[in-house]
């Protein structure tokens, strides 16, 4: 059973298009994120929720949106796709009250043409 | 939370020798994380140490911890080809507030 789970693995779009990348955990855990990382292998957070909070990076463009119907998922919602947001997108989630740090899924390829 | 900054950036040995990783930081943490990443993979949680701890081993891991210097190392021992990867530390300030990870120390293990 793959703990954190995301689809699609790759996605190949173009500009303008609308897409969304789909998370899901099977972990019991109760905050998910969602990390950047551009081709320079640069990670970057760009939201973490829980039931009760969104932290937002306030440089995400709002052409970003975070969806989660419930806590075992949380999917990223992307507006009018730029050439810029070209790279890996992963999720991953976490126990807040825990000291086992984050478990990540494998990645989604956007490219966008 | 605030973002630890990795050193070397790149690390090259050969298979067998020990790989050490520096991480630094600003200021106060709850705790440190340490991740693998493979190429081409989502990161991988090695260890946790939490500030009151200054020592902590797993396997062929040791990660210290020294809070007087705002310095954590990662010491892999004896090497293998499969530990090839990108190293980041991460410090926590707080439960609320999400991680943010640096460049990384890439490491090349050569066989």
């Known amino acids: 059973d793959t703990a954190v789970s995301q689809t699609p693995k790759y996605l190949v779009t173009q500009m303008g298009n609308d897409k969304s990348i789909k998370c899901e955990q099977n972990?019991?855990?109760?905050?998910m994120y969602w990390y950047k990382q551009d081709s320079k292998k640069f990670l970057k957070i760009m939201f973490s929720?829980?039931?009760?909070?969104?932290?937002i990076n306030e440089t995400v463009p709002n052409r970003f949106s975070p969806k989660s119907p419930d806590k075992a998922h949380l999917n990223l919602h992307i507006n009018s796709l730029e050439l810029g947001d070209s790279a890996v997108y992963f999720c991953?989630?976490?126990?807040?009250?825990?000291?086992?740090?984050?478990?990540f899924g494998s990645g989604t390829r956007l490219t966008v043409v | 939370s605030q973002q630890g900054e990795e050193d070397p950036q790149a690390l090259s040995i050969q298979e067998g020798e020990n790989a050490t990783m520096n991480c630094s930081y600003k200021?106060?943490?709850?705790?440190l994380q340490w991740y693998r990443q493979n190429s081409g993979r989502g990161l991988v949680h090695l260890i946790l140490?939490?500030?009151?701890?200054r020592e902590k081993h797993s396997g062929r891991l040791r990660v210290t911890l020294d809070t007087s210097k705002k310095s954590s190392s990662l010491l892999i021992t004896a090497s293998r080809a499969a530990d090839t990867a990108s190293y980041f530390c991460?410090?926590?300030?707080?439960?609320?507030?999400?991680?943010?990870f640096g460049k990384g120390t890439r490491l090349s293990v050569i066989a």
């Open positions: 929720y829980n039931n009760k909070e969104l932290i």
């Open positions: 991460a410090p926590l300030n707080s439960g609320n507030t999400p991680l943010v």
């Open positions: 972990l019991g855990h109760d905050t």
């Open positions: 200021t106060s943490i709850n705790n």
């Open positions: 140490i939490r500030s009151n701890e």
């Open positions: 991953a989630s976490s126990l807040r009250t825990s000291n086992y740090g984050y478990t």
